[in-house]
């Protein structure tokens, strides 16, 4: 499922519930509905209770399914036999909420759901299950891929678990619902893309229990070997055809799922694409692979097409770039930038075939290209293809489509592959693309941090075509009328670099009085706006509530208005129940903040909570378990002086230290990092010694960072990189999980507690954080803020100019992600599809960041002290 899809719906500035969304189409109700009977709200459901029976914890939990067009009809059926029974039952309550539901971007796990019912037992269920698929009889829809269906029924589901009754809460801030055995055992309700019933529990709707399958997947006289992409829509598979011997490509869509918005389904779209594929191969044989067969098996349509060799472009690139490498060199960047015009030679041409054969292909992006192991490219993935006559198709891929209200001279049929190539064009020198969509004036500010790279002009022309001028743009951003004041002007490449201390000081201003301006304490679902993250844990924790903005705004001296102070303290009051005790989303991390505004009794409060949580016994991260919690201990120590803080830390301490399975309290799957791995605890042994002067800690520190050094691994341009956890090998140069959050910590240790191999490792650690400077996102955890942090704090504690060089250009970095708004700056977050203003993703973490070098001694001469941040305007 992609990063806030859901949330991305409901408002086109911010991230927000579904269920905020203005119009969500025409409304589904029941035809007749007895007399004093009324639903009720749930989220993107409408639930209707049972006059005569009350909801059980749980049990055979029935789902119908139902195609788009047939879902008021299904509604009244099941209405009928529900009201009838005197069962409760809920179904979703709009059009756009089928449609997300049923989207090929939604994930599996709730895929084909319409109507959800809920038997007090098994008798019930069976008596239902048997009257449902009845009156259902000849209807059709999705498969609801966690039940089975029952006997030959199209429609009508089931599986057994929870009915919402219990759940508890994770770590994370998230609730997992609970579910007892057959034994009384309460164990997770896992809600998977597959028919799984609790130990001890059988099914009593079969004779005989179906046998998991053994041996290779055959689809007709096709046998998968690799499952390239699963979706809401179907999958993908390399497989080998028996008759011949030959690799094909297998594309597979399911019925009645894998919708897009204009409604059509996944079979729609890819018996669409067979027809253009079939069209295309006759009038210009190579653009798109060669069509080989279309059939339907089972419920499934499959299409087979030839097995293009190779990789994506999104691979390819992350491969081949050396923009980002330690070891780049003059002649490799320009070796680079000739196979860049290469392989944009390469697309022009096949997209002069298509279009002359009367084609659009409508969703180029990095994911559609493939590069061929001859370095040549073919078109994949035609479902968004349409011919030159008709409109272009609605999907797109973000930042590779013209966005709404595009105005140029240059319109008309090829608008949506001009404009797609431009963007791989972009792709090739920064991930900028939603930037310059909504800040073209910044383009300037991307140019001066490539400096180094140097983009060539062709490459940086045909990459920026489709934006505003550069020297028109900075007074037409969108979101804000021109002021008088200056508010939310940007410094110039020239100010950058003549007085990257003056500038980043207004900088700062104008970021802090952004936060102000998004602030909004009356909204009751956030104050500031959020990540999507916030709306599945709470809007008042650190890393994506309310405390995290003020943090920031508390840190860099700017003013916090007392409705905003007000509002974080009757919040977390009002969940501190609901909160889980750790450092990003919980109450370890809400208590320094409380305490910092004169708040104190709440603050200790809050952190003897967690100290008893039980989460904080069972996980020990500094994200969400006890190392956070005796951070927080620590930091009201710092504040206040007093001595029981500081035993409560130590006490924290001792309780890591006697963990008997450290690894079993980490995030998933041996997770690596600052906030979920090993790394993060060692900060915070770190601190504890520093405040203690006990060199134990630093010695159980130092352990914990050679196990995280175990989990590192090299590059090939010499540099050390970390992935998010055991199951992946993705280089990851970020703060929260990647290089330079452990970086962060091995610095602290290096200049404290030498040690060979940290020493060792930590320049080559660097090396991968120091060069990126073009991230996709400007925010704290996944970043180039993150990475300014980190730098600042290693040329802090290292001293040298290089360091200090390579903090300050990461610093001003940051102001090419800003766009003016009606009062200072905004940063799109998570995803870059919204803006946000927290501290994970949006504007609070790159204030924190610009605070951290401001206030530190980098820059300090020969600059006066740095005053107060003013919030602008």
């Not at 179904?91 to 909420?97: D, G, N, T, V």
């Not at 992350?318 to 060199?329: C, G, I, V, W």
């Not at 709306?535 to 705004?553: D, E, I, S």
Request: neutral net charge; charged residues 25%.
């Amino acid at each position: 499922m992609l990063e806030g899809f859901g949330e991305a719906l409901a408002d086109r500035e911010y991230y927000l519930p579904l269920t905020g969304v203005a119009d969500p189409g025409p409304r589904f109700v029941p035809g007749e509905v007895p007399a004093g009977l009324r639903g009720g709200a749930q989220g993107i459901w409408t639930v209707w209770g049972g006059p005569r029976t009350a909801l059980a914890e749980q049990g055979w939990k029935i789902h119908v399914s139902a195609r788009l067009d047939r879902a008021q009809h299904v509604l009244d059926t099941v209405a009928g036999v529900c009201f009838s029974e005197g069962v409760p039952f809920k179904h979703l309550s709009a059009r756009l909420f089928f449609l997300f539901l049923h989207h090929k971007h939604a994930g599996r796990a709730q895929s084909g759901k319409f109507c959800s019912v809920y038997p007090p037992d098994t008798a019930t269920a069976r008596r239902l299950l048997e009257r449902l698929s009845d009156a259902l009889d000849g209807e059709e829809g999705p498969y609801v891929l966690t039940d089975r269906r029952f006997r030959g029924s199209r429609t009508v589901h089931y599986r057994y678990g929870s009915f919402g009754a219990r759940s508890r809460l994770r770590a994370d801030g998230t609730r997992e619902a609970l579910v007892r055995d057959g034994s009384g055992r309460e164990v997770a309700d896992l809600r998977l893309p597959a028919f799984h019933l609790p130990p001890g529990i059988t099914d009593p709707f079969v004779g005989q229990e179906e046998q998991p399958h053994a041996g290779p997947i055959l689809i007709r006289d096709y046998e998968v070997t690799r499952a390239v992409r699963l979706s809401n829509a179907g999958g993908t598979y390399q497989a080998v055809d028996r008759r011949t011997g030959r690799t094909v490509f297998l594309k597979e869509a399911r019925a009645h799922n894998g919708l897009v918005f204009d409604g059509t389904d996944a079979q729609q779209r890819l018996r669409h694409e067979h027809r253009v594929l079939r069209e295309l191969h006759a009038a210009a044989p190579g653009v798109g692979p060669e069509p080989l067969d279309h059939f339907t098996e089972w419920e499934h349509d499959f299409l087979v097409t030839e097995y293009i060799a190779g990789q994506p472009l999104v691979g390819w690139l992350s491969r081949s770039s050396p923009l980002a490498r330690a070891d780049r060199t003059d002649g490799s960047v320009a070796a680079y930038h000739e196979a860049c015009r290469h392989l944009l030679a390469g697309l022009d041409a096949s997209l002069e075939r298509l279009h002359g054969a009367g084609y659009r292909f409508g969703d180029l992006s990095l994911g559609n290209v493939m590069v061929t192991p001859s370095g040549g490219v073919r078109l994949v993935d035609f479902e968004a293809a349409s011919a030159l006559s008709a409109a272009p198709s609605r999907m797109g891929t973000p930042g590779f489509t013209p966005p709404p209200g595009l105005r140029r001279a240059e319109t008309g049929p090829l608008l949506q592959d001009r404009y797609g190539t431009a963007a791989v064009a972009f792709a090739f020198l920064a991930p900028f693309h939603e930037i310059a969509e909504h800040a073209p004036g910044n383009l300037a500010l991307l140019r001066r941090d490539l400096a180094d790279v140097a983009p060539p002009q062709d490459l940086w022309q045909r990459a920026t075509a489709f934006h505003l001028p550069e020297d028109r743009a900075q007074d037409r951003a969108p979101d804000r009328a021109p002021e008088q004041d200056g508010s939310g002007r940007l410094p110039s490449p020239a100010e950058l670099d003549a007085d990257p201390r003056g500038s980043l000081t207004r900088f700062a201003g104008e970021v802090a009085a952004g936060l102000l301006e998004t602030a909004d304490a009356g909204r009751p679902d956030w104050a500031f706006p959020p990540s999507p993250e916030a709306f599945r844990t709470n809007n008042v924790c650190l890393a994506y509530g309310t405390a995290g903005v003020v943090h920031a705004l508390h840190r860099a001296g700017a003013p916090v208005p007392e409705e905003i102070r007000k509002r974080l303290r009757r919040d977390t009051l009002a969940q501190s129940g609901a909160l889980p005790p750790g450092l990003l989303v919980g109450t370890a991390g809400i208590a320094p903040v409380l305490a910092g505004l004169g708040l104190l009794d709440e603050a200790v409060d809050l952190l003897r909570e967690a100290d008893g949580h039980p989460l904080t016994a069972s996980c020990a991260t500094l994200a969400g378990g006890r190392a956070g919690v005796g951070l927080g201990w620590l930091a009201l120590y710092r504040l206040t002086g007093e001595s029981h803080h500081l035993e409560r830390a130590a006490a924290a301490g001792e309780g890591l230290l006697r963990t008997p399975d450290l690894q079993a309290g980490l995030g998933e799957h041996d997770a690596r990092g600052l906030l979920h791995g090993r790394s993060g605890i060692a900060l915070f042994l770190h601190r504890l010694a520093r405040s203690t002067g006990e060199d134990r800690w630093l010695e159980a520190g130092r352990l914990l960072l050679h196990r995280e050094l175990d989990r590192t691994f090299p590059l090939d341009d010499g540099a050390l990189s970390v992935s998010d956890d055991a199951r992946l090998t993705r280089a990851m140069p970020y703060l929260a999980t990647g290089a330079a959050g452990v970086a962060a910590v091995l610095t602290r240790y290096a200049a404290t507690a030498p040690d060979e191999r940290c020493a060792a490792a930590l320049p080559r650690l660097v090396a991968g954080v120091r060069v990126s400077v073009a991230t996709k996102e400007a925010g704290l955890y996944r970043g180039l803020a993150g990475l300014a942090w980190f730098l600042a704090g290693h040329a802090e504690l290292t001293g040298t100019d290089a360091a200090r060089e390579d903090a300050v250009r990461a610093a001003t970095g940051l102001v090419k992600y800003a766009v003016p708004y009606r009062r200072g700056v905004r940063f799109l977050g998570a995803g870059s599809q919204r803006f946000t203003a927290d501290l994970a993703s949006g504007g609070a973490g790159v204030l924190l960041a610009l605070h951290r070098l401001l206030d530190g001694p980098l820059l300090a001469e020969p600059h006066p002290a740095r005053p107060r941040v003013t919030a602008t305007g």
